[in-house]
């Protein structure tokens, strides 16, 4: 007899829901396809009303986000055009000592070691010191070369003071640079060194640059030459100076970067490195870039004539709130108010009065008061622009001649120190006041640069260039107070400088001669 396998009853019941929500299922899937296929078609034949058509939203292009950037062809392609650049700086040391070199050491041999020193004839003693040209390191820095026949692009603080400039190319050749021409106040500054068939960077259009923009570095940071960063543009015209808008990055730029490209996925030149924010003298993740058609300008005319040429209008301006502006009837607060006029200045020739409002120059409307510096300066001197201000709820259209603003003098060599040059103090140390390349990037913007030594100092391992930051555990601020400090010193006590030598900074202690 076949034996029939039974099932529980509560397994039947489980086994026929199942198939009825299984049944449910598939006929509502169904119904849904088969009703949305109705919508839809009915959807595709009825015509939308203008009204509906509008109403409804227009579909956002996608975002086109593709993986990081591959440089290598890039960095491959420019880098060439990049340059290292090197200045030194003649100075006049004095050499010897009132000793002798020969007698020097008996002397030192005699005073620390207790030698005994074998007597000799008398002879004159107080032999005169020797005074010996030296030219030492002053700085590294970057350019690049925008003409086959060898014109540079740099800043004007890699080369400021320097005696003689030297660029050194990718292939490891070097030349001696010409400084054709420098502008302190946008820092650009033009080489000029002897070949043909260089390599050339393009130039680009800094006016089309967009934040979150890929743009790479090339630079000699630290020395280390055709060094590649990279970053995106964090802003396209970052207020920092009064004669330009600078470009703020993120890319990694260091001391010695100064005067390299800041180059576009296309390869071309749309910034030359400058400036960086730093609380420690290094990186912080903020640097800036003088923007290409700001700086061509520039450098034009310092081709032709090695300086640059602006107008000016004789006039301070201060900030316009929005209080003010609209207390004076202005819709917003936009334009430079006057805050002072230069008497018989072109402003004041022209009529213009402390408490107007600059809305437009020469048909340029003018957003912020740092416009004004900007467009004023770019305008030719001696042409006649019309100025439109607001004073007293009205505007009104003034004439005005524009003048000319003091050109910089051309950047020269550095003077050799005289030869008579006396030091008022025992220490042998003679100082100078940072130039305002140097103060950026000193920390607090403090202390002096030595640009010679000598007597007691000359032997403790100072060399012209150094920087002394503190001495005797008091901050130095100019040459100034340096000289009055030293000149009250006490020769029979050891001095203790804060010296600093590139990027590292160390204590050095200048000992008395044993009496």
Known sequence: MKKVKSFPVEKHISILISSILISASVF????????????????????????????????????LVTGLPDFTQLVERTSPAVVNIRTTQKITQIQGSPYGDEDQAQELLRRFFGFPVPQQAPRNRRQAPVQQEQEVPRGVGSGFIVSQDGYILTNTHVVEDASEVYVKLTDKREFKAKVIGSDRRTDVAVLKI??????KLAIGDSDKIKAGEWVIAIGSPFNLDNTVTSGIISSKARDTGDYLPLIQTDVAVNPGNSGGPLINMRGEVVGINS????????????????????????????KTS?????????????????????????GKAQG????KVEPNGPADRAGIQEGDVILKFNGT??????????????????SKVTVSVWRKGAAKDISLVVGEAEADKPVQKAEKKSKKEKLDNHLGIGVTDLSDAQKRNMPNANGVVIDSVEGLAGGSGLRPGDVILMMNNIDIKDAKQFDALASKLDPKKAVVLLVRRGEISQFLVI?????
């Open 28 to 63: 509502t899937v169904a119904t849904f396809l088969n009703s949305n296929n109705q919508v839809n078609a009915h959807a595709a034949a009825a015509p939308q009303s203008p009204a509906a058509a509008q109403t409804q939203p227009a579909a956002a292009p996608p975002l």
């Open 194 to 199: 002897e070949g043909s068939k260089l390599p």
């Open 275 to 302: 400036q960086i924010y730093s609380r420690s003298g290094g990186y912080m993740g903020i640097s800036f870039a003088i923007p290409i058609d700001e700086a061509m300008r520039v450098v034009e005319q310092l």
């Open 306 to 330: 090695g300086v640059v040429s602006r107008g000016r209008m004789g006039v301070e301006v201060g900030d316009l709130s929005k209080d003010v502006a609209e207390s004076l009837g202005l």
């Open 336 to 339: 430079a108010l006057i805050v």
């Open 365 to 382: 409307a003018l957003e912020k008061r740092s416009d004004l510096p900007r467009i004023v300066g770019a305008t030719k001197p001696g």
């Open 511 to 515: 000992r008395p001669l044993a009496q």
